[in-house]
């Protein structure tokens, strides 16, 4: 079945760029995404690209997308501490479930 | 997007009773689904809450451990039935608004722990 791998931890210093690694196997995704989660909260929808689109910026945050190799990454500039949380990759076809990667907890030190 | 409210936020559980989660979306919205995330896991879909009809479970999970309802294109509960303590996880509630909109929206979460 399909499959999304994430490494599990990255440690950045506060201002620094910070770049979340996600890989895929499924040749059909349609979307994919990047969710965070805060502590003792629920999943916050970050920013989603489509398969035909390699980029995709929204203000501090850059999707990048290589569909050939099945990776996506989520660049966060200027890492603040309100940023450590759990980032989840996910993946879907149109029209099926979501498959989440196991997150990664990016903490952020000052 | 929706709102999404999940009651209760937490709960703490004796082994044997069961609980229900309530979710509650601010607007109507086409698919209403329920989630498990095992401590330091990812989620898991438990399954999908169909208005006026049955639930559609995915693989691992059955009606008579986790009944669902969803009355209306509002509202939907999931139960926790006969709890023991591999049941703590948290529970979500997840909404996709309709046709063509990509987006899914999550609730904040159940914490359950049984003791």
């Known amino acids: 079945g399909e499959d999304v791998e994430q490494s599990l931890f990255l440690s950045v210093r506060e201002g620094d760029s910070s770049v979340i690694n996600c890989t895929y196997t499924d040749s059909s995704s349609t979307y994919l995404y990047w969710y965070k989660q805060e502590p003792g909260a629920g999943l916050q929808l970050l920013t989603y690209?489509?398969?035909?689109?390699d980029m995709k910026q929204d203000q501090r945050l850059t999707v990048l997308l290589n569909k050939k190799d099945k990776h996506l990454s989520l660049r966060i500039a200027d890492t603040q501490t309100g940023d450590s949380a759990i980032y989840f990759c996910?993946?879907?076809?149109?029209?099926?479930?979501?498959?989440f990667g196991p997150g990664t907890r990016l903490s952020v030190l000052p | 997007s929706a709102v999404i409210s999940q009651k209760p936020s937490r709960d703490i559980c004796q082994r044997g009773t069961s609980l229900t989660i309530q979710c509650q979306v601010d607007?109507?919205?086409?698919?209403m689904f329920w989630y498990r995330q095992q401590p330091g896991q990812s989620l898991t879909l438990i399954a999908t809450a169909n208005q006026g009809s049955e639930a559609t479970y995915e693989s691992g999970f059955v009606i008579d451990k986790f009944p669902i309802s969803r009355p209306n294109l509002t509202f939907s509960t999931l139960t926790v039935s006969n709890m023991s303590p591999e049941d703590s996880s948290i529970y979500l509630c997840?909404?996709?608004?309709?046709?063509?909109?990509?987006?899914?929206?999550f609730g904040q979460g159940t914490r359950l722990t049984v003791v």
């Open positions: 607007s109507q919205v086409t698919m």
């Open positions: 690209i489509f398969s035909n689109m």
């Open positions: 996910a993946e879907r076809d149109y029209g099926q479930n979501f498959v």
């Open positions: 997840s909404v996709e608004l309709g046709q063509g909109v990509v987006e899914a929206f």
